[in-house]
Nanobody, 114 residues
């Protein structure tokens, strides 16, 4: 089983990034997928989640209107489009699959700084 995040990097405030999480080794289309983030010295925070079919989506209040979660079950991939980025969005972003069991990726660093 693997969840591999990509797309992180350094971006200026107001900029955009698109994160991807490629899944393998389990039935991706049966799993709810989520993006979490963890900033230095802070706990892990749920950013966004999407149901197995994409019907149900929810966001943390801090990212509503700026971030969009989506998935492509044909490609076994979940995405997080992040717009209007702020310095407080700086964190390691991790994806999680929830179903019969739970899987986590290793994370990708997002740094928002001028």
């Amino acid at each position: 089983v693997q969840l591999v995040e990509s797309g992180g990097g350094l971006v200026q405030p107001g900029g955009s990034l698109r994160l991807s999480c490629a899944a393998s080794g389990f039935t991706f289309s049966s799993y709810r997928m989520s993006w979490y983030r963890q900033a230095p010295g802070k706990g892990r925070e749920l950013v966004a989640a999407i149901s197995s079919t994409g019907t149900y989506i929810n966001y943390a209040d801090s990212v509503k209107g700026r971030f969009t979660i989506s998935r492509d079950n044909a490609k076994n991939t979940v995405y997080l489009q992040m717009n209007s980025l702020k310095p407080e969005d700086t964190a390691v972003y991790l994806c999680k699959g929830s179903g019969m069991t739970e899987y986590w990726g290793q994370g990708t660093q997002v740094t928002v700084s001028s």
